[in-house]
């Protein structure tokens, strides 16, 4: 067993939520580690399928009779709640419980070179760019991305002290962590439902900060919202970058498929030219911070370059799917409005003809809370297609809906249409597509689904 991970007596680890996308590659980690690793998730799903194919106990739904008394340590995820009946049940069997960001401070403690890579928006794309950059040169990591590279991995499994990590702020998970860099790549108004505003993600994402090593350092985004206020809890060396830091990008030029290629500078001086592989303005910017990390590691430009160049990128992040009758088929993410308009001014900025977005909303909550920015993000869209709500953790919630949305998008000038389910939509997609138009299945849960079927 590699002795960086260290669980004490903990042999038979159990995971309420196991087919999340980071449950998953923690459940490999451990299992790879040789740990016995069971779990158990509401929906069967391609991932929960993977797990059982590589040896690990997957039960569909959750139930009580699912734990056992032999568990030593129940592991969960953020949405499950107190009424889980497993939840209930392991806690009545005095099972030892912990959540995924705790599991997760636990296993990290014997990597003294931890990268956090954190921010409202970005951070998955950015983990997998910073994790192609540590591989290519070498610093054989281990690595826990919230999303699925190209190669349709989420993990991996090195032997260094070098460990990659995706910090999720929602509930405050990251500030388990204790890096030796801090990425913040922006901060902007989500998960208001427990933040409750601006204010209180901010002083999250500083207290993010003074959790970052002394002798480490915290990269951030000179645009970040409440920088100033991030900066000053630190306690270790601060390197900006963006417009007015100390790293920046100039001499920017696009290709006919919208991926970047621009020169990096550092205090006036330029240092190497980069032709990125993936696609929008945006990702120079994650660029920059995973350049800037990299030097923090003492990487050479060369090698550094050679890695941003390689990345592929996240499935599911501007992810060319396929052609139907002519039409381009793209799959994004974008879950909120600052992702919904920077995935169309990308399509835009590439795509000549006519571009069509159907967009599944992410949460009740989100869409009441952020509803103007949605109803005007759509501009750079021709025409708009709502599917239902994905409710995802929370309950049906009859008083927000996307009928209402979709009033004020058409209020803001757009064309927009509804659909009752994904199967209408896709019906009413093989009727007007028309080759030169590019569609966009966009959102956070299933809607993806339309593009696959398809083709």
């Known amino acids: 067993m590699n002795q960086k991970i260290n669980l004490g007596n903990v042999r038979n680890v159990h995971f309420i939520g196991i087919g999340g996308v980071s449950m998953s590659g923690l459940a490999e980690i451990l299992k790879n580690d040789g740990f016995h690793v069971s779990g158990s998730d509401n929906n069967a799903s391609a991932t929960t399928r993977h797990l059982q194919a590589v040896g690990i106990d997957v039960k569909i739904p959750n139930a009580a009779e699912n734990i056992r008394p032999d568990f030593d340590l129940?592991?969960?995820?953020?949405?499950?709640?107190?009424?889980?009946?497993?939840?209930?049940?392991?806690?009545?069997?005095?099972?030892?419980?912990?959540?995924?960001?705790?599991?997760?401070?636990?296993?990290?403690?014997?990597?003294?070179?931890?990268?956090?890579?954190?921010?409202?928006?970005?951070?998955?794309?950015?983990?997998?760019?910073?994790?192609?950059?540590?591989?290519?040169?070498?610093?054989?990591?281990?690595?826990?991305?919230?999303?699925?590279?190209?190669?349709?991995?989420?993990?991996?499994?090195?032997?260094?002290?070098?460990?990659?990590?995706?910090?999720?702020?929602?509930?405050?998970?990251?500030?388990?962590?204790?890096?030796?860099?801090?990425?913040?790549?922006?901060?902007?108004?989500?998960?208001?439902?427990?933040?409750?505003?601006?204010?209180?993600?901010?002083?999250?994402?500083?207290?993010?900060?003074?959790?970052?090593?002394?002798?480490?350092?915290?990269?951030?985004?000179?645009?970040?919202?409440?920088?100033?206020?991030?900066?000053?809890?630190?306690?270790?060396?601060?390197?900006?970058?963006?417009?007015?830091?100390?790293?920046?990008?100039?001499?920017t030029n696009f290709n006919e498929s919208g991926n970047p290629s621009f020169d990096i500078y550092k205090e006036g001086t330029c240092l190497i030219r980069i032709n990125l592989r993936l696609h929008g303005e945006f990702n120079i910017f994650n660029a920059l911070a995973c350049f800037a990390a990299a030097e923090q590691l003492h990487l050479p430009h060369t090698v550094i370059k050679c890695g941003l160049e390689a990345a592929t990128g996240i499935k599911r992040r501007f992810e060319f799917k396929g052609m139907f009758n002519g039409a381009k088929i793209i799959d994004d993410y974008a879950h909120h409005p600052t992702e919904v308009r920077a995935c169309l001014a990308a399509a835009r900025k590439s795509h000549k003809g006519r571009i069509i977005c159907v967009f599944q909303p992410h949460l009740y909550s989100r869409t009441r809370d952020l509803f103007d920015d949605f109803a005007a993000s759509f501009g750079d869209a021709d025409s708009v297609h709502f599917v239902p709500i994905y409710a995802a953790r929370e309950k049906y919630d009859p008083t927000i809906t996307v009928e209402m949305l979709s009033e004020h998008v058409r209020a803001n000038g757009g064309s927009v249409e509804c659909h009752s389910d994904l199967y209408t939509a896709e019906t009413c997609f093989r009727t007007i597509l028309t080759p030169g138009d590019l569609l966009i299945t966009m959102g956070a849960g299933d809607v993806h689904f339309i593009g696959e079927r398809l083709l």
């Open 74 to 251: 129940v592991v969960y995820t953020a949405a499950v709640k107190p009424d889980n009946p497993e939840f209930i049940a392991a806690r009545s069997l005095g099972i030892p419980m912990m959540d995924r960001a705790m599991l997760l401070a636990e296993i990290t403690k014997g990597f003294p070179q931890l990268v956090c890579i954190a921010g409202s928006h970005g951070k998955t794309t950015t983990t997998g760019l910073f994790s192609t950059v540590a591989v290519e040169a070498g610093l054989d990591p281990t690595i826990s991305i919230g999303g699925f590279t190209s190669t349709g991995s989420n993990y991996r499994v090195g032997q260094s002290d070098c460990f990659i990590l995706e910090a999720c702020e929602y509930s405050n998970s990251f500030l388990h962590w204790f890096p030796y860099i801090g990425l913040i790549l922006n901060v902007d108004a989500d998960h208001i439902d427990f933040y409750g505003g601006m204010d209180g993600i901010i002083d999250s994402f500083a207290r993010f900060a003074a959790n970052i090593h002394p002798d480490g350092a915290l990269v951030i985004n000179t645009q970040t919202q409440g920088i100033e206020r991030i900066k000053a809890a630190a306690r270790c060396k601060v390197i900006t970058f963006g417009e007015g830091g100390l790293y920046y990008a100039a001499n």
